[in-house]
Structure formats: structure tokens, C-alpha cells
């Protein structure tokens, strides 16, 4: 007789901010049982696991923006596994405004962004970004080879469309480490 699927099983990360330095993560994880329990209505099981860091070994945070939520999360997969906290904005206008008041719940250290998108594209996000942020990475997607001229002067780095998923991760790496 065939094995049921394993039950869903789903995860919510918070992050919380100590101290300038000092980092908190808690991580939980809920596991739907298939069963009902004798107690009445299925409850989820509820696991949690901790840790505490400090900023030198906090994984770099990657602010990822791109209106296709397809893209957006296929590029955040294979960033978390490579290690890196992504925090994924399908709109850049969005994505100003938290980064304004400081709705992030650590530091960004690099940002990746798609050039083309409705309502801003991303040279007028990156343009509005450098008015209050002149030094933060930045890196743009784009499959048209012509639109990093668009950025000229910004300090951004650009890297064309379709970007395998070895040279999005060498190039974030270089970024993040200052190596570029």
C-alpha cells in the first residue's frame, strides 16, 4: 500500500535587531498533522529553533527587487541557499518607501534589481535611491544590452539577461565582499 505525502510543512523566520551588532533569529516551523487528534480539530504542530549572532557573521542581506514573482523567487531560492538573507519587493516604489523609514529588519548590504518594471523602471528607482543612499551596491538585471548606458554615473553594476544561476551568485559574492 503507497506511503501518504508527508504532511506541508511551513516556516516563518523573524529576525529582531539587539543592538547595533547584535542579531536574533527565530525560526519557526508548523507541521500540519494528517491525523485529527482525540483533543477535537487538527491543531499544527509547532517547532521552533533559535539563534543569536552578531553582525560579523550575520549572512549579507540582499534586497531583491523585481515586479515578476516568478523571477523574484526562482533569483531568492538560489540566493537563501547560497546563504544569503533575501528580503523580495515586486514593486520598487514599495521598496523606497521601507528603505525610508527603515522597515527592514537588518541592514541591506546589496540591491538587485530588474531594469525594466511598471510605474518605475529601474533607473528611475536606482536615481531616487541614490538621493538619500550614494554608496550602497547596487546591481541591475536586464535583457536589453542597451539600458546600462541609462545608468551611467549611478555607480551600479549591470549584468545582462539570462543570468545563470553560478554568475548571479559570483557576482553578488564579489559585491558583498567589495571584491569587484
Not at 55 to 84: F, H, S, W
Request: glycine share 4%.
Amino acid at each position: 500500500m503507497p506511503q501518504p505525502p508527508p504532511p506541508p510543512t511551513f516556516h516563518l523566520l523573524l529576525i529582531r535587531k539587539i543592538s547595533d551588532s547584535l542579531y536574533s533569529e527565530f525560526c519557526i516551523h508548523f507541521n500540519k498533522p494528517r491525523i485529527p487528534l482525540a483533543a477535537g480539530p487538527q491543531v499544527s504542530m509547532l517547532l521552533g529553533t533559535h539563534k543569536t549572532w552578531t553582525k560579523e557573521c550575520m549572512p549579507a542581506t540582499i534586497l531583491l527587487i523585481d515586479d515578476n514573482a516568478v523571477q523574484a523567487a526562482t533569483r531568492q531560492t538560489i540566493l537563501k541557499r547560497a546563504g544569503y538573507f533575501v528580503i523580495a519587493v515586486l514593486n520598487p516604489e514599495r521598496a523606497l518607501e521601507q528603505f525610508r523609514s527603515e522597515e527592514f529588519p537588518s541592514p541591506i548590504d546589496l540591491i538587485l534589481t530588474d531594469h525594466i518594471m511598471p510605474c518605475m523602471n529601474g533607473n528611475e528607482f536606482v536615481r531616487k535611491l541614490r538621493e538619500f543612499q550614494p554608496k550602497i551596491p547596487v546591481l541591475v538585471i536586464s535583457g536589453m544590452v542597451e539600458a546600462e548606458e541609462e545608468y551611467a554615473g549611478l555607480g551600479i553594476h549591470f549584468r545582462l539577461k539570462p543570468l545563470l544561476p553560478d554568475n548571479l551568485l559570483a557576482s553578488v559574492h564579489r559585491l558583498v565582499t567589495n571584491t569587484e
